[in-house]
């Protein structure tokens, strides 16, 4: 049973910054990760996604230039840095593990498996 564990998230004004951590389980090289959020009222929204193998990452429109994801295997760790944060960021914040990702569907929530608790984010 793969697990994932959020944290990092906080209370930041417009403009800020914070760093995401998600923990897994099980060896990162054997998941695609994804990085989502969903505000009160809203769907989940996909934010960020890497390969596997760590070559190569991709973003939401409305994250591109501000947000980077990144990953360590040693830690089995994976990383959101949030730069220039928006209230419209604001929301909780999951990340995702999924064994067979079609890349073009990178950001959707059924291409993923194994979900974290959360972590929440709020920018105001």
């Known amino acids: 049973h793969v697990q994932l564990v959020e944290s990092g998230g906080d209370s930041v004004q417009p403009g800020g910054s914070l760093t995401l951590s998600c923990v897994i389980s099980?060896?990162?090289?054997?998941?695609?990760m994804g990085w989502f959020r969903q505000a009160l009222g809203k769907e989940r929204e996909g934010v960020a996604a890497?390969?596997?193998?760590?070559?190569?990452?991709y973003f939401g429109d409305s994250v591109k230039g501000r947000f980077a994801i990144s990953r360590d295997t040693a830690k089995r760790t994976l990383y959101l840095k949030m730069d220039f944060l928006k209230p419209e960021d604001t929301g909780m914040y999951f990340c995702a593990a999924g064994t067979e990702v079609r890349w073009n569907r990178r950001l959707v929530a059924r291409e993923y498996d194994y979900w974290g608790q959360g972590t929440q984010v709020t920018v105001s």
């Open positions: 890497i390969s596997s193998n760590g070559l190569s990452s």
């Open positions: 099980e060896d990162l090289f054997s998941y695609s």
